[in-house]
Structures are given as C-alpha cells and as structure tokens.
C-alpha cells in the first residue's frame, strides 16, 4: 500500500470516527480513543494490524474493511522485483538465447542483430540509474517535433499527421533527451496503431507547452492505463517496458508530466505538459 493511500485512509478513518465522537456523550469517547489511536499508529507504519481485546465493534469493521484489501509493503516490494527480473529475463532470452542458438545453426547475421538490441536495452538501463537530466536551453518545439516525426516516417514508413501553430510553443528542455522521448513514443503509437496513421499535436496552453500524441489502436487497457509509466511494465514479450518510462523520466526531469489515456473515438493517447519559457 503507498504512503499516499496510507496518509488518505488514515485521514478518512479519523474524521468518520471523530464526527462519530462528536455525537456521543464524553463517557462513550473514551472507548474509542485508545482504540483509535492504535489502528492509526498502525496504518502510519504500514501495517494492517490486529484489534485489541477491547476494541469496539465499529472500529473492527473499519479495520476488517482495510484488511480485506490490504497488502503488505515487502510483498509489494517482492512482487515488482520479480516481474522486472522475469523482463529482463524474457528480453534477453529473445535478444540474445535465440540469436544464440540460431549461430550454432549457422545464422550469424541474427546474433550480430540480437547483440545490438541487447545492448541497447542495457544502454537504457543504464539511463535509468542515472540522476534526471535537467533543461538547459529554451526551444521551440514546433521544428523539433517536425524533425522527429520526418526521422520516424523514414525510419518505419508509417504517416503522422501534425498539428503546429504558426507560432511558436517554447518550453525549456534538454534537446537531444526530449527527442529521444518523443521519438519512442511515435514508435509506441506506431506499433500499438497496428501501422496506421499517428496523429500529434503541439499547442499551448494555460502557459504550458502540449504535445499530444494519438494512435488508431485499441487503446490502452485498464491495466496499462494504471502501469504503462511503470518501469518494466510492457504487453509485448520480447521488450524490457522502458519506453514510456523513459519518456516520463525526461518529461518529469523538465517540470513536466506525461499522462496516459483513451480517446472518444477510439485509440491511445500520449499527453505531455512541459512548463512553457
């Protein structure tokens, strides 16, 4: 359980039961207030706790409440250790195990592709142990979204459609790391999309720089709406899920956020909100 939803439950629990108080005559609050403060200790620490011999019967329905959903944090901790180590596991079985193997019948040219992907997925882990790198310069983005979508569309033959003002949309950022984000998440839309058209918009907004990118997919999953910022939360097998991670990471290192969602009409939808300069 995070400490956010620690600190919302714990705040609930202590209103609800002291505008229960607040009704009850002085010699009643006294049942309450040891018990009370037991079962908040508890939940500031992380625990879900056991009730006391004496606690009263509307405090154990509370705590019975929280239990029934409640999971403990080191198995929370165990849990997103083994998925991340059963990715990188999967990734490299697919990008270097086949290639291997495919070598030992000959396929030389498959294990020289297998290495590269292979060390490019080790290259973004190691951006992720780096500290976040920070904006240095103020851009315009409409010229840099312009060269990123022209490099995609040569790079993997699928159209993007872009929406830019006459004016320019200023944010400050660092320029090659910003690229790099927007360059993945086209290659996200594309892949998602089945191939289809990617649309992306860039505007401003309440003094903030806006790119939105839109695919024509199924859009994301409840499950992926709730992870895909995740490290090493992907659909697809042979990928270690470092791709919009690492878009988050960049946004966010910029005083940024990047949010996930579905369109109306169908298809995912990529929204980043950069500070504008």
């Known amino acids: 359980m995070s400490p956010l939803f620690v600190s919302i439950l714990v705040g609930v629990v202590a209103l609800a039961v002291g505008w229960f108080l607040g009704s009850r005559r002085k010699e009643e609050v006294d049942v309450y207030d040891v018990p009370l403060r037991h079962l908040a200790d508890q939940l500031r620490d992380g625990r879900a706790g056991q009730p006391g011999v004496d606690e009263p019967q509307g405090l154990s329905a509370v705590r019975a409440a929280v239990q029934s959903a409640w999971r403990p944090r080191n198995e929370e901790s165990e849990e997103a250790l083994r998925q991340a180590l059963g990715r990188i596991a999967a990734f490299l079985e697919e990008s270097v195990g086949g290639p291997l193997r495919k070598v030992r019948d000959g396929d030389r040219d498959l294990l020289r592709e297998g290495v590269d992907r292979a060390l490019g997925g080790l290259k973004d882990l190691d951006f992720f142990l780096r500290e976040p790198i920070t904006p240095d310069e103020t851009h315009n983005l409409v010229p840099l979204l312009q060269q990123v979508t022209r490099e995609f569309i040569a790079d993997w033959e699928i159209a993007v459609r872009l929406q830019a003002p006459a004016f320019p949309v200023r944010a400050h950022i660092h ?6 984000a927007l360059y993945l998440l086209l290659h996200n839309a594309g892949h998602f999309g089945d191939g289809k058209r990617v649309d992306v918009r860039v505007q401003t907004e309440d003094g903030n720089a806006v790119v939105v990118i839109d695919d024509q997919g199924p859009g994301f999953t409840p499950e992926a709406l709730e992870r895909g910022r ?27 956020n990047l949010e996930l969602s579905n369109r109306p009409e169908g298809g995912a939808r990529v929204r980043l909100t950069i500070p504008g300069a």
């Open 175 to 180: 320029r090659p790391t910003f690229m790099d």
């Open 230 to 256: 995740d490290l090493f939360y992907t659909t697809k097998p042979a990928s270690l899920g470092l791709g919009i991670p690492f878009a988050r990471k960049i946004i966010e290192g910029f005083g940024g």
